[in-house]
């Protein structure tokens, strides 16, 4: 099922969503704003995750039958933490190689800094809002918020202000921890957050 999905996803919704915004279609003709995918790759992306997760429905445990939600944690924070950095470094090629040509790298640079501040914006947005919800810190919520930052600050990088760009990540990095709380809360089982990462957050991006 795993391999059915994946193909219909990457070989006939991605291509046309995509060109949608960058192969001439009516989204980019009518001036829609979408530099490296926030839209046309997180968003769609997080809704096919969301209606897989509605059809396989929550894992065994997850929901009490007194409504009470039960954490599966992952098995490791530190490959976790460690495959969140690597996706951070990931994103200055991501980002920046979406102009297609280094030109006087002007360009390169302001993506490279507006993706840089979007992630850490995202990383201390998420700190604040757990700290505030949950009582403490939270590492897998900051985690989350740097991917937040990074996928609501992909589709504008190339178009806003430096400090704009740290403001985008910021909230991406609040919604993502209020994102989580809220899909547990409607009984929604996603084991690592996708959806409140790159289904939020890439429409907080659009």
Same mark, same amino acid.
């Given at each position: 099922?795993?391999?059915?999905?994946?193909?219909?996803?990457?070989?006939?919704?991605?291509?046309? =969503?995509?060109?949608?915004?960058?192969?001439?279609?009516?989204?980019?003709?009518?001036?829609?704003?979408?530099?490296?995918?926030? =839209?046309?790759?997180?968003?769609?992306?997080?809704?096919?995750? !969301?209606?897989?997760?509605?059809? !396989?429905?929550?894992?065994?445990?997850?929901?009490?039958?007194?409504?009470?939600?039960?954490?599966?944690?992952? /098995?490791?924070?530190?490959?976790?933490? %460690?495959?969140?950095?690597? %996706?951070?470094?990931?994103?200055?090629?991501?980002?920046?190689?979406?102009?297609?040509?280094?030109?006087?790298?002007?360009?390169?640079?302001?993506? !490279?800094?507006?993706?840089?501040?979007?992630?850490?914006?995202?990383?201390?947005?998420?700190?604040?809002?757990?700290?505030?919800?949950? +009582?403490?810190?939270?590492?897998?919520?900051?985690?989350?918020?740097?991917?937040?930052?990074?996928?609501?600050?992909?589709?504008?990088?190339?178009?806003?202000?430096?400090?704009?760009?740290?403001?985008? +990540?910021?909230?991406?990095?609040?919604?993502?921890?209020?994102?989580?709380?809220?899909?547990?809360?409607?009984?929604?089982?996603?084991?690592?957050?996708?959806?409140?990462? /790159? !289904?939020?957050?890439?429409?907080?991006? =659009?």
């Amino acid at each position: 099922s795993f391999l059915v999905f994946s193909f219909l996803l990457v070989a006939f919704l991605y291509p046309i =969503t995509g060109h949608w915004i960058w192969g001439g279609g009516f989204l980019g003709a009518n001036n829609f704003r979408d530099f490296a995918g926030s =839209t046309v790759v997180h968003s769609v992306g997080g809704w096919a995750a !969301l209606a897989g997760i509605l059809v !396989l429905g929550p894992r065994l445990g997850k929901f009490g039958k007194d409504g009470k939600v039960n954490p599966i944690p992952g /098995h490791s924070m530190t490959s976790a933490a %460690l495959g969140v950095l690597i %996706l951070w470094l990931g994103w200055f090629g991501f980002n920046p190689g979406s102009t297609m040509a280094a030109m006087n790298g002007t360009a390169i640079a302001h993506i !490279l800094v507006a993706t840089n501040l979007g992630a850490a914006a995202g990383a201390l947005g998420a700190t604040i809002v757990a700290w505030m919800m949950l +009582g403490k810190p939270d590492l897998s919520m900051i985690l989350n918020g740097c991917l937040a930052g990074l996928v609501a600050v992909t589709a504008p990088c190339a178009f806003v202000t430096i400090p704009s760009s740290a403001l985008i +990540g910021f909230i991406g990095g609040c919604l993502v921890v209020v994102a989580v709380l809220g899909f547990d809360k409607a009984k929604i089982d996603d084991p690592v957050g996708a959806l409140s990462v /790159h !289904l939020v957050n890439g429409i907080w991006g =659009t």
